[in-house]
């Protein structure tokens, strides 16, 4: 699905950027992607999905 229709990222281009590494919020991640935020109508959902990526990050390292 669609989460930032200004930058067209999709929720899993945020999540494998997550997965990658070396990002820890949403802001983060729109870098790494190459952009910023536009009109920031996604963050908030934005930074739901790197939370739960992380978290599931933090999960399967525990296994």
């Given at each position: 699905?669609?989460?930032?229709?200004?930058?067209g990222?999709?929720d899993?281009?945020i999540?494998?950027t997550?997965?990658a590494?070396?990002?820890?919020?949403?802001?983060?991640t729109?870098?790494?992607?190459?952009n910023?935020?536009?009109?920031?109508?996604?963050?908030?959902?934005?930074?739901?999905l790197?939370s739960e990526?992380?978290s599931?990050?933090?999960?399967?390292?525990?296994?």
């Amino acid at each position: 699905m669609y989460v930032c229709m200004c930058n067209g990222y999709t929720d899993t281009d945020i999540r494998q950027t997550v997965r990658a590494g070396g990002v820890q919020n949403a802001e983060e991640t729109y870098k790494a992607l190459g952009n910023n935020f536009c009109c920031g109508m996604c963050r908030d959902c934005a930074e739901g999905l790197v939370s739960e990526e992380l978290s599931e990050q933090v999960l399967l390292a525990a296994e």
